[in-house]
């Protein structure tokens, strides 16, 4: 994933935070407009409440990263676990109807193409995810989106740290286009494409249903299957991926429902009145 991806991120994120500011400040200028029309009494004053956008996003990122440490983390390593061994102990018979070891050559390959498009076109489907933060009507989409963002980034970093460890799981297949010919070149695990598409992929999938699920699983598992037949990857490495993506997205599933539980909380609000004869009463009002 290129750096400008995770650039149009931050962008995206502090454009929908700037449209709730903006939101907000009309707000208030209305109600200032319509004080001054009906004066308020004089015990009673308005405050405006300040907009911290590097705070917001520094938050998110601390829950998102909080509950990883989480009951699920077991989970997704339990479920993923005996594929990742049972593919691990055949990765090389795998590899071997996609490498010709004799020439040093790739075959049964797919085309270039598909190739360029697995590794290039996963920026399409991100971009267009995250500009719902933005143009979804959808509060619970465009907050799923704006938590997606701000995720993606460091879903890339976390499999950065990880592709730093050598060990033998970590080697990649060999491929004729490694520039260290015939020898295995580390880095492969996880498979940070697999990541990236598991990541989004869960995250829509939970929230969302089917509308999102099918599309993407259709994309994840292409992407799955032509790093494997191109050399880029074990199958095992897939799984890994995939596992710290899925992590990331349950992480920030449970972010986005403490937000939106939050935002309900301040939309109701609970008081004491007095009617037009002078009795109490309780007093209930519901922001929509």
Partial sequence: MNIRWIIAFVILCLAQESMGDTQEKSRKRTRHVIAKKTPLAPQEKTYSEPVNILGSIVKDVFEIHINLASFDFFRIGCALFPPFVALRMNDERIHSHF??????KNKNQCAFFN???????????????????????????RATSRVFAIGMPFVLIAKDIIKQLRFK????????????????????????????????????????????????????????????VCNRHYASQIVAGAGLGALYAVAASRVIDNKLELRRLKSLEMGFDTLSTGDPALSLNYKF
Avoid at 99 to 104: K, N, S
Avoid at 122 to 134: E, N, R
Wanted: net charge negative.
């Fill in 99 to 104: 490498y010709d070891p004799e020439h040093h």
């Fill in 115 to 141: 190739h360029f498009f697995a590794q290039e076109a996963i920026a399409i489907p991100i971009l267009g995810l995250v500009s719902l933060s933005v143009f979804s009507h959808d509060e619970d989409l």
């Fill in 169 to 228: 799981a970590a080697y990649r297949p060999y491929n004729q286009y490694f520039e260290k010919k015939r020898k295995h070149v580390c880095g492969g695990f996880p498979s940070g494409h697999m990541a990236e598409m598991a990541y989004m992929t869960v995250l829509y999938s939970m929230r969302h249903g089917m509308k999102f699920a099918i599309p993407l699983s259709i994309l994840s598992a292409y992407v799955g299957s032509t790093f494997v």
